[in-house]
Nanobody
């Protein structure tokens, strides 16, 4: 059973960089053909795919967030990390990490494992 767990600060000040880590257990982030994604859901809105890192260490980003987003991984810890720069209150959301076999995702049901999500609030 694969498990994902997000961790990071719950409160970030505007203009700072948000950094979240997803720790994976029960499966390797280098396992063939899987993509490890970051997805967020602002209050009252739908899910937004932010980006992903592939089993071969290639990162993919949403065009709307590409200029501010960086996704990397640490295979020794079986973790992958999201960094979102220059945050504003509009970046307030629940942030999820999840696993998928193909990109782009057609819908949320294509992800086979999700973290529980972590609330991030951007406020001074």
């Amino acid at each position: 059973q694969v498990q994902l767990q997000e961790s990071g600060p719950g409160l970030v000040k505007p203009s700072q960089t948000l950094s979240l880590t997803c720790t994976v257990s029960g499966g390797s982030i280098t396992a063939d053909y899987y993509y490890w994604s970051w997805i967020r859901q602002p209050p009252g809105k739908g899910l937004e795919w932010m980006g992903a890192i592939a089993y071969v260490d290639t990162a993919f980003y949403s065009p709307s967030l590409k200029s501010r987003t960086s996704i990397s991984r640490d295979t020794t810890k079986n973790q992958f990390t999201l960094q979102l720069a220059s945050v504003t209150p509009e970046d307030t959301a629940v942030y999820y990490c999840a696993r998928i076999r193909t990109l782009p995702a057609g819908g949320a049901n294509e992800y086979d494992y999700w973290g529980q999500g972590t609330q991030v609030t951007v406020s001074s």
